[in-house]
């Protein structure tokens, strides 16, 4: 009797693993992408919530350090120094300095990046923070005011990477902000913060775009929350922008149409390459994605997420990838991890795991490379990218099924041991050894899971 039970769960368990013979993963080092340039997040806006905390430091090793996300960039903001609330304003900017600070001297942070939500508010046309427009006439003095912050900065020992001069620049928003047409962007970045930048700071780069949406939303009234579109009408307008000076840019957030048009469903905005800017040799970063639906911390929602990161990297080519909110006290989706009220706890959520599949495995300066996936379900999803002798493999397996497969690198010899680095519903990044056997390696990829593989050619 009990080895008749034990026959009938070794069938079964048999019959639920899909693959046999294996499925594969076949790679091809020498078939190159894009260049990676890192993952990140933000903490612009809520520096100070986090600076509050009581475990401060051990939140953001979570975040930049070698147990946590290991992230490579962070986004601050460029503040209105002349804003209303003058108190608020200071305390922010003091918490983003120590944040910075400790993310590069102590995390050892690859990239500084800041974004400007609104400038000073008597630049502009309403003098206010929120709303209106930059004035012309002081397009020179903001030029001006971004590289002072820049030099800043770099005085304190904390070089910038990028400066951006708008924050969603279609997007007139109640909080701090601007309305930039790319008329006027154009003239301003080309005739005057790309001659101030490259005066007082050549090494300093200019990221531009940074709508709402990453690209042109399948309805006309909503082109103005266009990134794809704002880029490629300033390129239009000024063709000599090149990569060594620009990154292309924009958010990636859904767009509720409901909210802009009384009666429209919301519609799905397409995840493409910015051909434009590419052809140009720019740079495409996501530099701000997140989402406002109910707090959802679980595999579902880890899962949601990690298929749009592979999309960015596989689909839209993209160069760099940083998530809005790293830290905050929330109860929505804007956050990787959930800091509690009381300053004393915070929670993990599983997209903050999944998001380390990726910032984990894939180092600064890997290219994408091809990949081959031979009798795999068409739901799995695999991303593979490549640095010197170190090859990453991170594959999302939406499903219920139990694969087994094999990893094989096509044009170069592997050598040493595989591992392997599984988020599931009840780990994160658990670690497996594999050891090569026949043609490449053999291992189980589980049900709603994202793996990470990391070998080595010789």
């Not at 944040?99 to 500084?112: F, G, I, Q, S």
């Not at 002798?389 to 010899?413: F, H, M, W």
């Amino acid at each position: 009797m009990k080895q008749i039970f034990l026959l009938c769960l070794t069938l079964l368990f048999t019959i639920n693993i899909q693959g046999n013979p294996p499925s594969k993963i076949l790679l091809y080092t020498q078939k190159k992408g894009q260049v990676i340039d890192g993952f990140g997040i933000a903490q612009a806006g809520w520096a100070d919530e986090l600076y509050m905390h009581h475990k401060r430091a051990e939140v953001m090793d979570q975040l930049f350090g070698d147990q946590g996300l290991r992230l490579s960039i962070m986004r601050g903001e460029v503040f209105p120094q002349w804003a209303t609330d003058s108190t608020d304003d200071h305390a922010k900017r003091c918490a983003q300095l120590w944040l910075t600070r400790y993310a590069k001297e102590v995390c050892k942070v690859d990239k500084l990046i800041f974004s400007t939500w609104s400038p000073p508010a008597y630049m502009k046309s309403n003098a206010n923070v929120s709303h209106g427009y930059l004035k012309q006439e002081y397009y020179q003095a903001f030029a001006d005011y971004l590289v002072a912050f820049c030099k800043a900065y770099e005085e304190a020992g904390l070089k910038l990477y990028a400066i951006s001069p708008s924050n969603e620049p279609g997007y007139e928003a109640p909080w701090n902000s601007c309305k930039w047409t790319p008329r006027q962007m154009g003239t301003f970045l080309t005739e005057y913060l790309e001659p101030a930048i490259r005066k007082s700071c050549p090494d300093v780069r200019i990221i531009y775009g940074e709508n709402p949406s990453w690209s042109n939303p399948e309805h006309p009234k909503l082109q103005f929350l266009s990134s794809q579109k704002f880029v490629e009408e300033i390129l239009a307008a000024h063709p000599a922008m090149d990569g060594n000076t620009y990154i292309a840019s924009g958010h990636g957030y859904e767009i509720p149409l409901s909210q802009y048009i009384p009666g429209e469903k919301d519609v799905e905005v397409p995840i493409v390459p910015y051909t434009k800017a590419m052809e140009k040799g720019q740079h495409v970063w996501v530099t701000e994605v997140s989402s406002i639906d109910p707090l959802d911390a679980g595999m579902g929602n880890g899962l949601k997420w990690a298929a749009i990161f592979h999309r960015y990297l596989t689909d839209a080519q993209v160069n760099g990838f940083v998530w809005w909110g790293g830290a905050m006290p929330t109860s929505n989706n804007e956050s990787l991890i959930v800091l509690d009220k009381d300053k004393e706890n915070y929670a993990l959520t599983k997209r903050y795991a999944t998001f380390g599949n990726y910032t984990r495995y894939i180092p600064v300066g890997s290219c994408r490379i091809e990949n081959e996936l031979i009798s795999l379900p068409e739901e799995l999803m695999v991303s593979s990218f490549c640095q010197d002798k170190q090859y990453t493999s991170v594959i999302v397996n939406p499903t219920g099924k139990v694969i087994r497969c094999n990893l094989q690198v096509k044009d170069a010899e592997q050598t040493g041991v595989l591992m392997q680095y599984t988020t599931t519903e009840s780990q994160n990044w658990e670690q497996t050894e594999i050891k090569h056997k026949g043609k490449g390696y053999s291992f189980l990829i589980p049900p709603y899971s994202v793996t990470s593989l990391v070998g080595l050619v010789k």
